[in-house]
């Protein structure tokens, strides 16, 4: 049998909350749900990730989206999340699917791991026939630990489950190459480089947290993975299958024609930045010939990381060059890389080759992956 094709949505806060009431629009989850059943029936999988929960409840806490704090937008999540999955179970029975909530949290991804657990779990109710929604648990999230937007979020799952395709549904037509309130303004129908745009796109709606920039860095991680992902909006009859038959308007973010592998993209398209290194200009021509990267390789290091997390790898002059999994933590490695004279078994206490980064656990960035700067203090 075939491998099914398997589709991400990603539907934002303005499409299913109404502005001013703050209630479920029933009219729009009705057109989608319809269209995720057309398109299960032409047998794909589809994976939602919804944004809404906060939306929906601020009501229920007595919190307006212009001047609600962390606190009041973490209790919205609370009341407004049963609110929204009622929703869809309701509208979802009428079309004869099951659906199921995924809650994550920024170390869901960043972990390798739960990282793969979640990936089973998704997987596992594919198999069944139930449509996973997928969320950040914004009831327990805070600034330091929260992966701050649901397009990142769904391009994560898009690279989890090897999705052909990623629809974000939001509230205009695509990108464009201004602010389209702007006189003159085009809409951009294809595109294959995402940082050419990345100045354009700024700004967020009052309800949700995430602007054109995310979706382009979220179109950017699932380019990566091989799937390509179309902008558009979700105001229309068929706000999916209209977008993949090419029916109406959007813009097309085209998949790379050689992605990364599953492992590749896990290490490459990071959430947040656990650490860093700066290399010296011999070990940076190194990087991606089997070459480990070793304590003496590194002239500056950044932030307070543990064995296993991942870190990005600069050059003297700040360039963004690699990310790889640290075999050390963030205080093994300074004193290793702060004690060069004495041998690195003799600081930590048992026998190790100092190498900081195994060349199979690091990635070189290519020119389309888009890069961080680099952190303060550290160039």
Known sequence: MSKKKRIVVKVGSTLLANTDRLTPRFAFMQRLLEDIARLRDDGYDVILASSGAVALGLNT??????????????????????????????????????????????????????????????????????????NENDTITTEEIRVGDNDRLAAKIAQMVEADAFIILTGVDGLYDRDPSEEGAQLVEELHD???????????????TGGMLTKLQAANMAQNAGC??????????????????????????????????LWETWLADRLQMAGSLVVNDDAASRLGKDDPIHRRDVIKMDGDYTRGDVLHIYDEQGNELARGLSDFTSEETAVMINNQDLPADQLLGYQTHAELIRPENLVVLENRHLTWDTPEGVS
């Open 61 to 134: 806490v007595g919190a307006k989206p212009e001047t609600a704090g962390l606190s009041d937008k973490q209790a919205a999540a609370a009341c407004g999340m049963p609110l929204l999955l009622n929703a869809y179970r309701q509208v979802g029975h009428e079309f004869g699917f099951e659906i199921a909530q995924i809650l994550l949290t920024l170390g869901d991804f960043e972990n390798h791991r739960r990282f793969l657990n979640t990936r089973n779990t998704v997987n596992r109710l594919l198999k069944a026939r139930i449509v996973p929604i997928v």
């Open 194 to 208: 995402v940082s050419e745009y990345l100045a354009a796109a700024s700004g967020t709606s009052s309800l949700g």
């Open 228 to 261: 390509t992902t179309y902008i558009a909006n979700g105001e229309a009859d068929y706000p999916l299958t209209s977008v993949l038959r090419g029916e109406r308007r959007c813009t097309v973010c085209v998949a790379h024609s050689e992605p990364n592998s």
